[in-house]
């Protein structure tokens, strides 16, 4: 019976990723997945991430299942990460969470709760965003509408437009948000605009639910936090979706969170009780290497301050980065690319048609997205001047 499905087609990005390496030109640049690479374009470990596995590979004696809802330390870490240890909903005990397999995860059981309280609700979600979100909530039932958010010609956001699209989501609807270092296109909201959309969603009952993957790597983990934080602070309930992969880089060790903030403690209980009901659905237990480095990392004093440390220093390589491309691009071609500085974490459209994007890639060996969304961590010293010549020429000068 099986021979009735086709094979499909590969992953885009994972595809274009697949055919760089296939690339035998030594001046190749791979800039689309969308993981943290440094100066030497390997995807580093982290000194605090080596030593808590150290220590764990030492001390653990079973492997037996993690608690369903995930390691104690771990979920304690995440809360207070996100939300802030002095968080007013933590200290209320409006809070509960559940580890999950990376964000994906989280993003899934988020769905999955979002449907259990309302079958089939309305997500709306940015035009554009990270494609995977529609098939990792789509597949639960629910329904999408989309709101306006990156404007190409200012490349910004379109807050007017976001705001106008957004006043038709009711009670009952979920605004599904980037946290920060939006994915694909690096705009984020001021601080101004996320206390806009709280007095929507006080105002018209919508549940925002925040995806949350690059904390850290914008402006520094509080800063990235800020929007969220000032949501929870004001809202009785929402639901959000938290990574490990990119800011501690466990990215295979799948280690994420789905945190619920609900209107007092019974809530925040129940909505944890139905997470975990639809965790046995989904995946039965949670994977527990990832999540007991982290809880390690969260928890000990040292091992943090080496994380934070190093995690700085990354988010000012990427803010490093976007600057020197910036006077590259500016330098090779006469046109305002002052956008790359202000947008936030890995990623930026450069501007490119999906012709160009292509060109790049058959001419120049430069590898980015038809969108020509990049990933700004794959550049670096050796590659940085290739990819501003190659982005000129195909830009006609
Ligand atoms: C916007 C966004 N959300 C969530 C994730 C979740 O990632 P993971 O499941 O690897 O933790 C990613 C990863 O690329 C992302 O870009």
Same mark, same amino acid.
């Given at each position: 019976m099986l021979e009735v499905l086709p094979r499909l087609p590969d992953d885009p990005i994972l595809g274009l990723a697949a055919a760089c390496r296939a690339d035998? *030109?030594?001046n190749k640049v791979d800039l689309t997945v969308g993981i943290y690479m440094d100066e030497q374009g390997l995807c580093p470990v982290f000194e605090a991430v080596q030593q808590a596995q150290r220590q764990l590979i030492e001390q653990e004696s079973s492997k037996a299942y993690i608690p369903p809802a995930g390691d104690a330390a771990f979920n304690t870490g995440i809360q207070q990460l996100v939300l802030?240890? =002095?968080?007013s909903a933590l200290l209320a005990g409006r809070v509960s969470s559940v580890q999950t397999p990376g964000g994906c995860g989280a993003l899934r059981i988020g769905a999955e709760i979002i449907q259990a309280a309302r079958p089939n609700a309305r997500v709306w979600v940015s #035009?554009?965003?990270?494609?995977v979100h529609i098939p990792l909530l789509g597949s639960v039932g629910l329904r999408f509408e989309s709101y306006r958010y990156y404007d190409a010609p200012s490349h910004g956001v379109d807050f007017e437009g976001m705001v106008a699209d957004l006043?038709?989501?009711? &009670?009952g609807d979920v605004v599904l948000l980037h %946290? $920060? $270092? /939006? *994915?694909? $296109?690096g705009a984020d909201l001021e601080l101004e605009q996320w206390a806009q959309i709280a007095e929507m969603a006080e105002q018209q009952g919508f549940l925002p639910f925040i995806d949350i993957?690059? +904390? %850290?790597? %914008? #402006?520094g983990l509080e800063r990235d936090a800020a929007g969220l934080r000032l949501l929870v602070e004001r809202l009785p309930e929402l639901i959000v979706a938290a990574s490990c992969s990119k800011n501690l880089g466990l990215y295979r060790e799948r280690t994420g969170a789905t945190l619920f903030i609900g209107q007092n403690s019974a809530s925040a209980e129940a909505l944890q009780s139905q997470a975990l009901v639809a965790a046995r659905r989904v995946y039965s237990m949670p994977p527990a290497h990832g999540a007991l480095i982290a809880g390690r990392v969260l928890g000990d004093q040292a091992l943090r301050q080496s994380w934070q440390n190093e995690l700085e220093s990354m988010c000012r390589r990427i803010n490093t980065l976007r600057s020197d491309l910036r006077s590259k691009l500016e330098a090779a071609v006469d +046109? =305002?690319?002052?956008f790359i500085e202000r947008e936030k974490g890995m990623f930026s459209f450069l501007g490119l048609s999906a012709e160009q994007a292509q060109r790049l890639r058959r001419? /120049?060996?430069?590898?980015?997205l038809d969108s020509s &969304?990049? *990933?700004?961590? %794959?550049?670096n010293a050796a590659n940085i001047d290739i990819v501003a010549r190659s982005v000129a020429q195909v830009l006609g000068r």
């Open positions: 035998p *030109n030594p802030g240890a =002095d968080s #035009d554009p965003t990270w494609p006043k038709s989501a009711q &009670r %946290g $920060c $270092c /939006h *994915n694909p $296109c993957a690059y +904390q %850290g790597l %914008g #402006d +046109q =305002d690319f002052s001419e /120049h060996s430069v590898y980015m &969304r990049i *990933n700004v961590a %794959g550049i």
